[in-house]
């Protein structure tokens, strides 16, 4: 088989889908179908996600084809913006297709506030967000639970959080899921991953995890926008992260057990970091238990982030959270396993279970599973850009449904690496350039900054014109840093 450095042949279908047929790697079930833009593509060719995307497509059970996202780069088994459905009788669960940090997702909190008024207590703000929300590489400080404390958290997620008085209970109905998944069992999750988890809800981490002021600078959708509470010069809130060292802890432990059952069992893989088990067994179930619960610790934490949130605001700017409309818009998961029924290739409709790493659901008006005070528009994807540059606000299409089990891309994703950025972009160069972008950066270390410097990342822009040209996603409204948190 190539080797990831190896590229792989790649054929374009049109403008906006790249097809890496059957027979690029042997072994392959189905075809790759890349969504990108001619620009985005050739990026693509040589980091290794295209021999990972083919890879995908050899594992059993893989339904219609092996997806990927215009922020498609190198992952662990499963490119990140890598999409999979699998057959719930002949297919499989692959961890490496959900990644180690489960249930990683966007949170976008919108206000009443405009941002000439926020302006004037910005760098007052962003101290206060910083020292309210913990953060950095290992950062603790969040609500400590022991043991078996954790649990109720582990099981109820988002629910939990509210019923400890961790923001308010009409925060529930706009998060996937309800902010809770079903199926959890704490105990499925090891000592260890409590022991990582028991002081860290309610603490962002670091990487590309970050807590970003905005204000919609432009509406490109009134109609959408108006429906998601959205105007220019609005003053938002996003918040990105995800389960934390429990969440990673999981992944740990259940990749280990199917690494150790398929050694026993003499099965060779063609990407041993795409190690599974049959969808219908009890490593499977196991797993999935585990990554419900590690979900829903993941939803907490958001949760108490956003609590944290209206609680810094109002002590800046004097007003309750309420009067300054902290409300919730969204929240959007990217690292997930979930049972959904689609529409399949030859033309019935079944169960399934999809993978997404680094994408998320972008269900168009009418599905189920958005929250009723979206379901006639469809649901909000949430693509946070660089802290340079931009983040969008878009609805999910009805082309999502039908070319990629309903599923867009999750950001701007990288062109670097965190090693590669640092050595790269120096701290000072950095926040010197953001300044005269007018935009203000708190940070726990100098690396939080140049690991996630905006050169580190793919352009924005070209990322939502190729989610939104494959017909995946429309966008509503454009965001700009006003002050960014990171790790």
């Not at 392959?28 to 995908?56: I, W, Y």
């Not at 290992?138 to 939990?160: M, V, Y």
Request: glycine share 12%.
């Amino acid at each position: 088989m190539p080797q990831p450095s190896t590229p792989v042949p790649v054929e374009a279908l049109d403008e906006w889908r790249y097809r890496v047929a059957r027979g690029a790697v042997p072994g392959m079930h189905v075809d790759g179908m890349l969504f990108s833009t001619p620009k985005l593509v050739e990026a693509s060719r040589n980091d290794g996600c295209l021999v990972q995307l083919a890879n995908v497509a050899t594992l059993p059970g893989i339904l219609g084809a092996s997806y990927a996202m215009p922020d498609i780069h190198f992952g662990y088994g499963f490119p990140v913006g890598g999409v999979a459905a699998f057959d719930l009788t002949e297919g499989v669960v692959s961890p490496g297709g959900i990644g180690y940090d489960i249930n990683c997702g966007v949170r976008l909190i919108r206000s009443r506030l405009r941002a000439e008024e926020v302006r004037p207590r910005l760098k007052e703000l962003a101290r206060a967000l910083f020292e309210g929300v913990p953060s950095g590489v290992g950062s603790k400080g969040g609500i400590r639970l022991e043991g078996a404390a954790l649990d109720p958290a582990l099981e109820g997620g988002a629910a939990w959080a509210v019923r400890e008085g961790y923001g308010w209970e009409r925060d529930l109905e706009l998060q996937e899921e309800g902010g809770r998944l079903p199926g959890a069992v704490a105990q499925r999750v090891s000592e260890r991953a409590h022991e990582r988890g028991a002081r860290q809800l309610g603490t962002l981490g670091s990487g590309n995890h970050f807590l970003e002021v905005q204000e919609v600078r432009s509406v490109l959708d009134a109609s959408e926008a108006k429906a998601f509470g959205l105007e220019e010069g609005q003053v938002v809130v996003m918040l990105h992260t995800g389960s934390r060292g429990l969440g990673h802890q999981v992944a740990t432990d259940h990749i280990r057990a199917m690494d150790e059952r398929l050694a026993r069992e003499g099965v060779r893989l063609v990407d041993r970091q795409l190690s599974c088990a049959p969808a219908d067994s009890a490593p499977t179930h196991e797993y999935l238990e585990a990554m419900a619960a590690s979900a829903n610790f993941a939803w907490a934490n958001r949760q108490i982030i956003t609590h944290a949130v209206r609680g810094a605001f109002e002590r800046v700017l004097g007003r309750s959270a309420e009067e300054m409309g902290l409300e919730l818009l969204y929240d959007l998961s990217h690292n997930m396993a979930k049972v959904e029924e689609h529409q399949l290739p030859d033309g019935g409709r079944s169960k399934v279970l999809v993978h997404r790493k680094g994408a998320t659901r972008a269900f168009p008006a009418g599905r189920s599973e958005i929250p009723l005070p979206y379901r006639d528009v469809g649901q909000p994807v949430l693509i946070p850009g660089d802290m340079g540059t931009a983040s969008y606000v878009l609805v999910g299409a009805p082309g999502s449904l039908e070319r990629s089990f309903g599923s867009a891309c999750h950001g701007a994703g990288r062109v670097l690496s965190r090693t590669a950025a640092a050595h790269r972009f120096r701290y000072g160069e950095v926040t010197q350039a953001l300044a005269q972008k007018g935009v203000l950066v708190e940070s726990s270390s100098r690396e939080g900054v140049t690991e996630e410097a905006p050169g580190a990342y793919k352009d924005v822009e070209e990322v939502v014109r190729g989610t939104a040209g494959a017909g995946l996603a429309r966008p509503v409204a454009r965001l700009g840093p006003l002050a960014v948190i990171k790790g």
